[in-house]
């Protein structure tokens, strides 16, 4: 009986980490792994360390709690200073080292990077720059992304260098997924459930059953991937 009493005990302790790390993380805000600074990176791996601390501390769970939404308020309170003043976000997030500029590559930017000479070859090298006289500036950004700025010989040609005006193309939007049609994206589009059914049908589809995804490009097609794995996508 007390071991069952433990277990119902711990379940309900998991699930409130689950949900004030939830509810931190939505007051946080959402930032991918490459997006986050050095600063988040700390606080994130905290914050999940003390939350599973909370969903295993049965005796004093206020304890870890409490530090769980310490560490989440500051890093609000953080953010929101770091938005504010341009003091505050140099000190905490950090600004970008030039480490390549017009055929120089500066040696103590790389010691204050904690990057060598090995590295940052590899850092071009995955942004597919393998020669170093195509580019004429490389960054290291707060975040500890790589940006990288040709020179103008070697960037990839525009529609604009070549006096082309193409359309503009547009955000692809979902109209039937896994099976079944998305009426709000449909409306929203200016479109109706029969146009879409035609569509489909139109391409070889009963209905909307058949297809695992359809997409809209803004024109009158539809880009269709079937259920059935073994089909071929069709366009209309």
Request: hydrophobic share 45%.
């Given at each position: 009986?007390?071991?069952?009493?433990?277990?119902?005990?711990?379940?309900?302790?998991?699930?409130?980490?689950?949900?004030?790390?939830?509810?931190?993380?939505?007051?946080?805000?959402?930032?991918?792994?490459?997006?986050?600074?050095?600063?988040?990176?700390?606080?994130?791996?905290?914050?999940?360390?003390?939350?599973?601390?909370?969903?295993?501390?049965?005796?004093?769970?206020?304890?870890?709690?409490?530090?769980?939404?310490?560490?989440?308020?500051?890093?609000?309170?953080?953010?929101?200073?770091?938005?504010?003043?341009?003091?505050v976000r140099s000190i905490v997030t950090g600004k970008p080292l030039v480490l390549l500029?017009?055929?120089?590559?500066?040696?103590?930017?790389?010691?204050?990077?904690?990057?060598?000479?090995?590295?940052?070859?590899?850092?071009?090298?995955?942004?597919?720059?393998?020669?170093?006289?195509?580019?004429?500036?490389?960054?290291?950004?707060?975040?500890?992304?790589?940006?990288?700025?040709?020179?103008?010989?070697?960037?990839?040609?525009?529609?604009?260098?070549?006096?082309?005006?193409?359309?503009q193309s547009q955000v692809q939007m979902p109209f039937v997924m896994d099976g079944r049609?998305?009426?709000?994206?449909?409306?929203?589009?200016?479109?109706?459930?029969?146009?879409?059914?035609?569509?489909?049908?139109?391409?070889?589809?009963?209905?909307?059953?058949?297809?695992?995804?359809?997409v809209w490009d803004g024109g009158e097609k539809l880009t269709v991937f079937p259920m059935?794995?073994?089909?071929?996508?069709?366009?209309?």
């Amino acid at each position: 009986m007390q071991y069952a009493a433990q277990v119902g005990l711990a379940a309900l302790s998991s699930l409130l980490s689950i949900a004030v790390l939830f509810l931190l993380a939505k007051l946080m805000g959402t930032k991918q792994v490459s997006q986050m600074t050095m600063f988040d990176y700390v606080v994130g791996i905290t914050i999940g360390s003390i939350a599973a601390e909370l969903a295993t501390e049965l005796e004093e769970p206020l304890r870890p709690l409490t530090a769980l939404i310490v560490y989440g308020v500051t890093a609000f309170v953080i953010s929101i200073l770091t938005n504010k003043f341009l003091k505050v976000r140099s000190i905490v997030t950090g600004k970008p080292l030039v480490l390549l500029e017009n055929g120089v590559i500066y040696r103590e930017n790389l010691k204050k990077a904690r990057l060598d000479l090995n590295e940052f070859l590899t850092y071009c090298r995955i942004g597919g720059w393998f020669d170093l006289n195509q580019l004429q500036s490389a960054v290291l950004e707060h975040n500890g992304v790589v940006s990288f700025l040709p020179k103008e010989a070697d960037r990839p040609a525009t529609p604009a260098d070549l006096n082309l005006n193409p359309k503009q193309s547009q955000v692809q939007m979902p109209f039937v997924m896994d099976g079944r049609l998305l009426e709000e994206n449909i409306r929203q589009a200016g479109k109706e459930d029969a146009w879409v059914r035609r569509t489909l049908l139109q391409q070889g589809y009963r209905d909307e059953g058949d297809v695992l995804l359809a997409v809209w490009d803004g024109g009158e097609k539809l880009t269709v991937f079937p259920m059935d794995s073994g089909g071929k996508q069709k366009r209309n």
